[in-house]
């Protein structure tokens, strides 16, 4: 055992401290100074980690309900111009007109003949903010009843 000289009253508890953390007395050895309980203190530790990755689980969980959104928008632009270009293949552009006009949002919309098909293209930006710089696209064709400036009537 160490001992301390008779004039330090000081050594005698620092000694007397190392005494007791070589005996199994304390679990924890102490540090000194105003930092000293910072080194073992493991309190806000969960909050911490916590404040780190909520933002990255929000993130994330914005990217999958964007990505939602985007592919039940081209779902439903996909059934759109489909539908539209039925419509007009058989000469219904009146109907097909006022089903364009029953989709939500800005929709642009191109058609092209070739041969004996007719093809719609339909563009448009599945929502605001991040999501307008996304364009959606989707094209459909149908058949017509007759060859473009011919007969409308279908020879039997």
Known sequence: MLSA?????????????????AAGSS???RFGGPLGGLVRDERGT???????????VLVVLGLVIGGIFIAAHRIT????????????????????????????????????RSGPLHCVTLRASPGRGILSGIGIES??????????GGDSEASP
């Open 5 to 21: 000289p008779a004039g330090s009253a000081g050594a005698g508890r620092v000694l007397g401290a190392l005494d007791g953390a």
């Open 27 to 29: 679990s924890r050895p």
């Open 46 to 56: 969960v909050t911490a980690e916590f404040a780190v990755v909520m933002p990255a």
């Open 77 to 112: 632009l996909v059934s759109l111009a489909a539908e539209v270009a039925r419509l007009e293949a058989r000469g219904d552009a009146d109907r097909a007109r006022a089903r364009l006009d029953e989709a939500q949002g800005a929709i642009t919309v191109q058609r092209d």
């Open 139 to 148: 094209r459909a064709c149908a058949a017509t009843n007759s060859e473009p």
